[in-house]
């Protein structure tokens, strides 16, 4: 089993950065990848990137690339969302999850293949 706890979202202006954090605990934490995912009011869930946890590979869509990136604190069993130039669109409910790290390179878009969930938190950019 794997726990997945979110923090760090907010209310924030446009063109303004947020940083959001998902520390995770379970014994096989270790062996996973991670990804968030957003859902905007209204919208399916969509990808935002991804990330492993040994090597630190990474994979972003690619509407995102260049504003959000991805980090890990393995020490802290966390991993980060850095967001930056924010606009509005990127209003949304945001989600970390885990995924079997095997499964990154092919699969790591792909939200039906993560067993993990944390519970979301709420971002928004005002304009």
């Known amino acids: 089993q794997v726990q997945l706890v979110e923090s760090g979202g907010g209310l924030v202006q446009a063109g303004g950065s947020l940083r959001l954090s998902c520390a995770a605990s379970?014994?096989?934490?270790?062996?996973?990848?991670m990804g968030w995912f957003r859902q905007a009011p209204g919208k399916e869930r969509e990808f935002v990137g991804a990330?492993?946890?040994?090597?630190?590979?990474?994979n972003y869509a690619d509407p995102l690339k260049g504003r959000f990136a991805i980090s890990t604190d393995n020490s802290k069993n966390t991993v980060y969302l850095e967001m930056n130039s924010l606009k509005p669109e990127d209003t949304a409910v945001y989600y970390c999850?885990?995924?079997?790290?095997?499964?990154?390179?092919?699969?790591?878009?792909?939200?039906?293949?993560?067993?993990?969930w944390g519970r979301g938190t709420q971002v928004t950019v005002s304009s």
């Open positions: 999850a885990a995924q079997r790290s095997a499964l990154f390179y092919r699969y790591s878009g792909n939200q039906a293949t993560y067993e993990y």
């Open positions: 379970g014994p096989t934490f270790g062996s996973m990848a």
């Open positions: 990330i492993t946890l040994r090597g630190g590979s990474t």
